[in-house]
């Protein structure tokens, strides 16, 4: 067994934490329906301390300097400690624990104790100004002097005095916005039932958080109940993953039935383990006073991340980590100055010609005839006095153009609502040239449409969707489910398929709700096919076969991964009480876990070259025994939260499939 500390929670709250020294995850039983465009939870990215000092050691090349040794040296101050696993026992009072991050968004670029230095380090890395600087300061020896010392201490002086204030203004406006978002108010559910407002920055770990809908979400989450009644929510992901499409998330079992009032006086606990960059994994259970019995996973699909949005509806989740153990701080890049190219084409420019007047300048001193004695002198006063083909005046004219093409374009009427962030590259949107997306929602907006199905011995487009629904409706009054010959039989088992296995929930008004495109495009075409899907909630869902009602009800569902690139569900028919397993996937991974046939790779290459997106959906009829023998290997691999082996549903791959 793994040693652990035991830390306090805040009394409000009444939440305790054990915090284990040993890295620990619990089996992961399914796989969430995501795609693998989404690269964010493999981005890199400087951490805190060391890690910032060698973003820092990167940016400014390879010398260290003071600027960033005391911006690196606050950092760490600063830092909080390495995070760990939790588990939270909810409604046991103990104080909060000293190490959790506060809740606190802060986007700003600099600390205000190393603000000037940090400005006047990034400026006089750039050839540029550290030429102008040089010039000034030579003007300061009597011997050098060429001129009044006014003339080339003031240009210099303005640019920097411009770039400090632009640096500070955009600063100061990133104050702003993390200003708003820490002060935004939140109702917070108390241990004794009642409901406080706090402000963002005041969630702690283990708080209670009431969600309305269209409200930001303020931190990782897990969710435990919605007011709709099977649990579900649908929130919106585009500020974290760029993801347009809806996301669909349910409560635990164990706490949807639950009120207001027995939620905030339960006790269970909660395991989580410890932050992690991935916005697509997340390994956890809940667990309540009922012994082995009382053990529910959670996993990515009972979970809200910081920065997403509720879509409707109301919510209630429990804060597991926060501040900059979010999955959007650890994702988020550290900020830094940026340089556009027509900064680094101009230092280039100024390097050429800084060449130019030094050969100029060691030609005029060979043609002066000085003393040998002299000569160092001479150059100098030469080099000095070419200075000015190097024009200061071009970084000035420069600046002003950026921040009043910056303040054109947040007034654009034809952009309304746009937010320039950052003043000194406003000029590089006149230079993009491509815009490139892997995004296939991007050329279909994702509307999607099912065209063609095959099942071996025939193929339908949609324009049989007449002769597939009558097919269904005489296979289902007159023949009994499960495994069967014959076109009709296949075709039947197909549209069961189709409108069972997926997360899509009816609208009550004949429409589908749904994060993926596909899945509604799916439930579209078994609608048009006279096989309905009405109701669903967490255990059952009901179908319409004809017009005749057919319950289901839901034993197990395994959600789509990027991993597995597959989704699963094992359903049990009311009427007839056999249990079928259902499963969906990409041809690449189905094609070698489906019974073996000679058409099905030969016609996915053929759809594919069609220029049709594939998918190959299979089903498995299982006797009572099979599913108990399943079920009981898949609770053990639940309850264990200490193995560090995932499962998943391959636990039953031996098990061939009929596509």
Same mark, same amino acid.
């Given at each position: 067994?793994?040693?652990?500390?035991?830390?306090?929670?805040?009394?409000?709250?009444?939440?305790?934490?054990?915090?284990?020294?040993?890295?620990?995850?619990?089996?992961?039983?399914?796989?969430?329906?995501?795609?693998?465009?989404?690269?964010?939870?493999?981005?890199?990215?400087? %951490?805190?301390?060391?890690?910032?000092?060698?973003?820092?050691?990167?940016?400014?090349?390879?010398?260290?300097?003071?600027?960033?040794?005391?911006?690196?040296?606050?950092?760490?101050?600063?830092?909080?400690?390495?995070?760990?696993?939790?588990?939270?026992?909810?409604?046991?009072?103990?104080?909060?624990?000293?190490?959790?991050?506060?809740?606190?968004?802060?986007?700003?670029?600099? @600390?205000?104790?190393?603000?000037?230095?940090?400005?006047? @380090?990034?400026?006089?890395?750039?050839?540029?100004? +550290?030429?102008?600087?040089?010039?000034?300061?030579?003007?300061?020896?009597?011997?050098?002097?060429?001129?009044?010392?006014?003339?080339?201490?003031?240009?210099?002086?303005?640019?920097?005095?411009?770039?400090?204030?632009?640096?500070?203004?955009?600063?100061?406006?990133?104050?702003?916005?993390?200003?708003?978002?820490?002060?935004?108010?939140?109702?917070?559910?108390?241990?004794?039932?009642?409901?406080?407002?706090?402000?963002?920055?005041? +969630?702690?770990?283990?708080?209670?958080?009431?969600?309305?809908?269209?409200?930001?979400?303020?931190?990782?989450?897990?969710?435990?109940?919605?007011?709709?009644?099977?649990?579900?929510?649908?929130?919106?992901?585009?500020?974290?993953?760029?993801?347009?499409?809806?996301?669909?998330?349910?409560?635990?079992?164990?706490?949807?039935?639950?009120?207001?009032?027995?939620?905030?006086?339960?006790?269970?606990?909660?395991?989580?383990?410890?932050?992690?960059?991935?916005?697509?994994?997340?390994?956890?259970?809940?667990?309540?006073?009922?012994?082995?019995?009382?053990?529910?996973?959670?996993?990515?699909?009972?979970?809200?991340?910081?920065?997403?949005?509720?879509?409707?509806?109301?919510?209630? %989740?429990?804060?597991? @980590?926060?501040?900059?153990?979010?999955?959007?701080?650890?994702?988020?890049?550290?900020?830094?100055?940026?340089?556009?190219?027509?900064?680094?084409?101009?230092?280039?420019?100024?390097?050429?010609?800084?060449?130019?007047?030094?050969?100029?300048?060691?030609?005029?001193?060979?043609?002066?005839?000085?003393?040998?004695?002299?000569?160092?002198?001479? +150059?100098?006063?030469?080099?000095?006095?070419?200075?000015?083909?190097?024009?200061?005046?071009?970084?000035?004219?420069?600046?002003?153009?950026?921040?009043?093409?910056?303040?054109?374009?947040?007034?654009?009427?034809?952009?309304?609502?746009?937010?320039?962030?950052?003043?000194?590259?406003?000029?590089? +949107?006149?230079?993009?040239?491509?815009?490139?997306?892997?995004?296939?929602?991007?050329?279909?907006?994702?509307?999607?449409?099912?065209?063609?199905?095959?099942?071996?011995?025939?193929?339908?487009?949609?324009?049989?969707?007449?002769?597939?629904?009558?097919?269904?409706?005489?296979?289902?009054?007159?023949?009994?489910?499960?495994?069967?010959?014959?076109?009709?039989?296949?075709?039947?088992?197909?549209?069961?398929?189709?409108?069972?296995?997926?997360?899509?929930?009816?609208?009550?008004?004949?429409?589908?709700?749904?994060?993926?495109?596909?899945?509604?495009?799916?439930?579209?075409?078994?609608?048009?096919?006279?096989?309905?899907?009405?109701?669903?909630?967490?255990?059952?869902?009901?179908?319409?076969?004809?017009?005749?009602?057919?319950?289901?009800?839901?034993?197990?569902?395994?959600?789509?991964?990027?991993?597995?690139?597959?989704?699963?569900?094992?359903?049990?028919?009311?009427?007839?009480?056999?249990?079928?397993?259902?499963?969906?996937?990409?041809?690449?991974?189905?094609?070698?876990?489906?019974?073996?046939?000679?058409?099905?790779?030969?016609?996915?290459?053929?759809?594919?070259?069609? %220029?049709?997106?594939?998918?190959?959906?299979?089903?498995?009829?299982?006797?009572?025994?099979?599913?108990?023998?399943?079920?009981?290997?898949?609770?053990?691999?639940?309850?264990?939260?200490?193995?560090?082996?995932?499962?998943?549903?391959?636990?039953?791959?031996?098990?061939?499939?009929?596509?």
């Amino acid at each position: 067994m793994p040693r652990y500390s035991r830390m306090r929670m805040p009394s409000g709250q009444g939440v305790e934490m054990d915090t284990f020294d040993e890295q620990q995850s619990a089996d992961d039983v399914t796989v969430s329906l995501r795609s693998a465009e989404g690269g964010i939870g493999r981005t890199e990215t400087a %951490g805190v301390g060391m890690g910032m000092a060698a973003s820092r050691r990167r940016a400014g090349g390879r010398f260290w300097c003071l600027p960033s040794l005391l911006h690196d040296s606050f950092v760490r101050f600063t830092a909080t400690p390495e995070p760990s696993c939790r588990t939270l026992f909810l409604n046991v009072h103990r104080p909060c624990p000293p190490n959790m991050p506060p809740n606190v968004v802060r986007n700003q670029k600099y @600390y205000a104790p190393t603000f000037v230095l940090q400005v006047l @380090y990034e400026q006089f890395r750039m050839f540029f100004n +550290l030429y102008f600087l040089l010039v000034a300061v030579s003007q300061f020896i009597p011997a050098l002097r060429v001129g009044f010392l006014f003339t080339y201490i003031a240009p210099l002086v303005f640019v920097l005095a411009v770039t400090l204030l632009k640096e500070g203004y955009d600063d100061y406006k990133r104050f702003l916005r993390d200003h708003e978002a820490n002060s935004t108010p939140y109702s917070v559910l108390d241990s004794d039932g009642t409901v406080r407002t706090v402000p963002s920055s005041k +969630l702690r770990v283990g708080d209670l958080v009431v969600l309305k809908a269209n409200e930001r979400v303020p931190a990782d989450m897990v969710l435990l109940h919605t007011s709709e009644k099977g649990g579900a929510v649908f929130i919106r992901t585009d500020q974290l993953d760029g993801e347009t499409d809806w996301k669909l998330r349910r409560a635990p079992v164990a706490t949807q039935g639950m009120t207001d009032e027995q939620l905030s006086s339960s006790q269970f606990s909660i395991f989580a383990d410890k932050p992690i960059k991935d916005i697509y994994a997340f390994t956890g259970n809940l667990e309540t006073d009922e012994g082995q019995d009382g053990v529910e996973p959670l996993s990515l699909g009972n979970t809200i991340w910081a920065n997403t949005v509720l879509c409707a509806g109301r919510a209630i %989740g429990i804060v597991v @980590y926060s501040g900059k153990e979010t999955r959007a701080a650890m994702n988020a890049n550290v900020p830094h100055s940026k340089v556009g190219l027509v900064d680094m084409e101009i230092n280039k420019v100024a390097k050429q010609l800084f060449l130019l007047s030094a050969t100029l300048s060691v030609v005029m001193t060979a043609l002066s005839g000085v003393s040998s004695t002299a000569w160092v002198q001479t +150059l100098a006063r030469f080099i000095i006095l070419f200075s000015a083909i190097v024009p200061i005046s071009l970084r000035v004219n420069m600046d002003m153009a950026k921040t009043v093409h910056s303040l054109l374009i947040m007034k654009d009427k034809s952009i309304d609502g746009t937010v320039v962030r950052s003043s000194f590259i406003p000029e590089e +949107l006149g230079r993009v040239s491509y815009l490139l997306s892997d995004k296939t929602g991007t050329l279909t907006r994702n509307e999607m449409v099912l065209k063609k199905i095959h099942v071996g011995d025939a193929s339908f487009d949609d324009g049989n969707v007449p002769e597939i629904a009558s097919m269904v409706v005489r296979v289902d009054k007159t023949e009994p489910v499960g495994p069967a010959s014959g076109v009709a039989a296949k075709v039947h088992r197909l549209m069961m398929a189709l409108s069972v296995c997926h997360a899509v929930n009816p609208t009550g008004d004949g429409d589908f709700q749904a994060s993926s495109p596909d899945e509604v495009a799916l439930v579209q075409f078994a609608k048009d096919a006279d096989v309905t899907l009405t109701q669903r909630d967490i255990t059952f869902m009901t179908v319409e076969v004809g017009g005749k009602p057919v319950r289901f009800e839901i034993l197990q569902i395994f959600p789509f991964s990027s991993d597995t690139k597959r989704m699963g569900i094992i359903v049990r028919r009311e009427d007839t009480g056999t249990i079928t397993f259902y499963v969906k996937g990409a041809d690449a991974v189905m094609l070698k876990r489906v019974r073996f046939s000679d058409w099905l790779e030969e016609e996915c290459g053929n759809l594919s070259r069609e %220029g049709l997106r594939t998918l190959v959906v299979a089903s498995k009829p299982l006797t009572q025994r099979e599913y108990d023998h399943f079920q009981s290997r898949l609770q053990q691999a639940r309850a264990s939260t200490l193995s560090s082996t995932p499962v998943s549903p391959s636990t039953c791959k031996s098990s061939s499939m009929d596509s």
